[in-house]
Each structure stands twice: as structure tokens, then as C-alpha cells.
């Protein structure tokens, strides 16, 4: 399939990010689109208000006839798709080109110079500000991003087509359709266990996936990770390293030692020691575009982060209000991290949405163990996503395995009166759900 010679594009699930950043360029290069997603939130209420028709029912009658012609149109969809959608069985059963994301997004970035962002965690931020210290150093790069960036306000960005920026999603193994030139790997931590079965088989997908870099491509990979690469790392003996680290007015001061060279005072306004590591592993992929690196180490100093990943909501001397998307025990452990150095002493109040049944039933243990560290934790229902409810896979059991904290389930209807209630120093939301939508809420009772 030519993308030339797509007219239009239909996306069955447009309101996701990774899909809402697809929709957005192919607006951008002049294709008619459209789609359906299950709910109306912020990022569907955006395309629409760039020209894109969105519809909230899976009803063959409110896609416009233009998209029911499979000679000029293509249709995308999302692995979230259940398989029983009728929009989706009518382009499946009528001679539709119907891709998925992944295959999509390997089209598009396969001739050009493409950035892959590969990990179970750090994939968003990473690729984040790797686009934004490309762009800032007048790289000419399209990214697709799975957050909203707070540098340019987007989950996509267009500044040219020679290089581009992706994630590389192992979820369902859709990184195997990419071909990068240049890729990093931030984690290989278990997850996902309902498509993998086991830390194994999520491993070998991960090798795969090096295997698919382009020839005479490269890889940097977390120092201590199986596999063979340029290693990164924080005051260790890896190829590019952060040494003399300090904190200096809420922010980090270091130098990277690279394999040739040493920049110094590098500046970084992004709390934990994970991010501090995305930010080094995109300075160390964007030198492979030939940047000078102290442009590059001023960039880095100037990222502002994206939503949902460790966002000051309020921050003042009394009260501070973080939120992150963080769902699997070692992202919760990153935030505690970091909150325990930026904040030191203060009482930390959590609120946390576990993302999938089966996700809580595989790491039940591990989440209970990363939320006792808080000083006190509310635990919201399950939220399911893709999936049905497993019996006996609740949030109360998972309340009943934390220790030592205060702790409590509570409904969203009662959570800004509970979190007044507690009255905490330092508030944390968590998840990867629809806690995102109450975040706004919270912020305008608790300013």
C-alpha cells in the first residue's frame, strides 16, 4: 500500500494517544480524516476542532460515505478494538486496507533516520525530550509521541520529514513493525503478562526487537540490562554517564561523560533518578544526528516534561500537588523516589487506580510493597480498560496486602473530601486510567 494514493483515513479508537498523533499527521499531509472512539475527552474535543469528524457509537451510519470506499481509503485501528466492533467487522469484511497502529507508524518512519524509544518504562518522556532537543537544535524531525508534550503543547510534532521520533510499544509485540536507525531500551521489567505469559517471553520480544534495527544502526541500552549495546547510567562505568551529581534549588547539576568527551554543568529540571536516565539516553541518541553537544546539553536544560509524567499541579511552600501516570510497582517506586528526594520529610498522600485485572493479579505483591512506603494511600476500584473483571481481583485486596500506611478505598465521588480530610503536605495521583480526567478537580478545589 502506497500512502500516496490513501484519500482517507478512518480511525476506529482516534481518541488514544499513540492514535490521536497518527490522525493529526495524516491531517497535517492533506488526507480527509475521521473515527469513532468509545467517550468524548480532551483529546478527541482537539482533533475535532482541527476539522477531524469524530462520533462516540459503533454505528455504520454515522461514517460519512467518503470512508466506505476501499479503493481510496485506509482504516487504523487499536489493539483495544474488541473483536466483536461492528464498524471494525464491516472494513475487515469488505476489502479494506485495515491496519494497526504499529504497522501504520513502520510505513511512515521506515525511509527515514528513525528514533526508537523501546522499554516498559520512560518510552514517553525519553522520546519526548529527545524530540524536544532535536528540535531545539534545528533537527528537521516528525514525532509521534505518547504523551502531551508541555514544550510544544502536542503529542505530534512536524518540523520536517528526514528524521522521526516513535515510540516502540511492546504491548502486543507492535514494536516489531518498526525498522529504527537508532534505538534505545530503558527497561525490560515483567509486564504485560496477559499477552507475553512470562518475563521470558517479554525478554525474547525485546531481543527481536534489536534485531529489527536498521544495518549499521545502533543501540544504547540502561547499563545492567541483558544485552549488548552502548551502555547509559548514573555514576557508573557505562559509555555515556552522569558523574558529580548534586541538587541545586530543585533541580539536578551534573556532567555526561561521553566515550570521547565531558560536558559540563548540564542542567535538568525533571525530579527522579529515572528521568534524569531518559534525559541522558535522548542526549546520547540525539548525538547520532550530529548536534554539537553542548547545543544538545542546553536543551536538555530547557524541557519542561510532559502531562501526567511526575506534573507539579500546585507547588507551593505549604502544599504540593504531583501527578504521573506511573501503573506497574517499579514506576510507583520511581515516583516515591523521587518525591522522597525533592520533598524530603514531608507527609505524602497517595492516590492510586490500578490499570487492569490481570496487571494487579501478577504484580499484587510488588504494589503492595511500593504503596506501604507512603505515608498514607488511597486505592480508587480497578480501572479495566481492555479487559472483564477476574474473580477475586479487587482493590480491596490489594488495600488488605499494603502495610503500615493509612489507608483506605474510596469512590471518586468522595476522594476531594477525603484528600481535604487528610489534609497532606505533599498529594501524588497515580495511574494510567481515567484518574487523569479528575485531575483538573482536584487542583481547582485544593489551589
Known amino acids: 500500500m502506497n500512502i500516496k494514493d490513501i484519500h482517507n483515513v478512518y480511525f476506529i479508537g482516534i481518541g488514544g494517544i499513540g492514535m490521536s498523533a497518527l490522525a493529526r499527521y495524516f491531517k497535517f499531509i492533506g488526507k480527509a480524516v475521521a473515527g469513532y472512539d468509545k467517550t468524548s475527552t480532551p483529546l478527541t474535543e482537539d482533533l475535532m476542532s482541527h476539522g477531524i469528524d469524530v462520533h462516540y457509537q459503533d454505528d455504520l451510519g454515522l461514517i460519512s460515505k467518503d470512508y466506505l470506499d476501499p479503493e481510496k481509503t485506509l482504516v487504523v485501528y487499536t489493539p483495544a478494538v474488541p473483536t466483536d466492533h461492528q464498524e471494525y467487522i464491516y472494513f475487515v469484511n469488505n476489502g479494506f486496507q485495515v491496519k494497526k497502529r ?38 528537521p524531525l516528525t514525532a509521534f509521541l505518547g504523551g502531551i508534550s508541555e514544550d ?39 509486564d504485560h503478562l496477559d499477552i507475553y505469559g512470562n518475563k521470558e517471553e517479554l ?14 544502526g545502533k543501540l544504547f541500552v540502561r547499563n545492567g540490562l541483558p544485552l549488548e549495546g552502548i551502555t547509559y547510567g548514573i555514576e557508573d562505568d557505562s559509555d555515556y554517564c552522569i558523574v558529580n551529581l548534586r541538587i541545586e534549588k530543585g533541580s539536578y547539576l551534573f556532567d555526561i561523560r561521553t566515550p570521547d568527551s565531558t560536558v559540563k554543568e548540564v542542567r535538568f529540571n525533571k525530579p527522579g533518578h529515572h528521568n534524569l536516565l531518559n534525559g541522558l539516553v535522548a542526549f546520547a541518541m540525539a548525538t547520532q544526528a ?16 510532559v502531562q501526567r509524567r511526575f506534573s507539579y499541579q500546585i507547588k507551593t511552600e505549604k502544599f504540593t500537588y ?33 490499570h487492569l485485572f490481570s496487571r494487579t493479579r501478577d504484580f499484587i505483591e510488588d504494589f503492595a510493597i511500593s504503596l506501604s512506603k507512603f505515608d498514607s494511600v488511597l ?44 489534609n497532606p503536605e505533599v498529594l501524588v495521583t497515580i495511574g494510567a486510567g481515567d484518574i487523569g480526567l479528575e485531575v483538573q478537580k482536584i487542583k481547582k478545589e485544593l489551589q
Open 203 to 216: 525478554e525474547k520480544s525485546f531481543r527481536d526487537f534489536v534485531g529489527r534495527i536498521k544495518p549499521n
Open 152 to 190: 510544544f503543547n502536542s503529542n505530534f510534532l512536524l518540523e520536517g520529514t528526514a528524521y522521526s521520533v516513535v515510540e516502540a510499544d511492546e504491548f502486543d509485540r507492535s514494536f516489531l513493525r518498526l525498522s529504527p536507525t537508532i534505538a534505545c531500551i530503558t527497561s525490560m521489567d515483567a
Open 290 to 305: 550530529g548536534a554539537p553537544l553542548g547545543s544538545l546539553a542546553d536543551a536538555l536544560a530547557t524541557f519542561k516534561g
Open 102 to 139: 504499529s504497522e501504520v507508524l513502520g510505513m511512515i518512519t521506515k525511509d527515514t533516520f528513525c528514533f526508537a524509544v523501546a522499554g516498559t518504562h520512560g518510552k514517553t518522556t525519553t522520546s519526548s525530550i529527545l524530540a524536544h532537543i532535536l528540535k531545539e537544535t534545528g533537527t
Open 322 to 354: 504531583i501527578d504521573d501516570y506511573a501503573h506497574h510497582p517499579t514506576e510507583i517506586d520511581a515516583v516515591y523516589q523521587a518525591v522522597s528526594e525533592m520533598h524530603p520529610g514531608k507527609r505524602v498522600l497517595v492516590v492510586f487506580q490500578p
Open 379 to 422: 486505592l480508587l476500584d480497578i480501572y479495566p480498560a481492555r479487559e472483564k473483571p477476574i474473580e477475586g481481583v479487587t482493590s480491596q485486596w490489594l488495600l488488605d496486602k499494603i502495610e503500615g500506611a493509612n489507608k483506605k478505598l474510596i469512590d471518586k465521588s468522595g476522594l476531594i473530601a477525603e484528600i481535604k480530610s487528610q
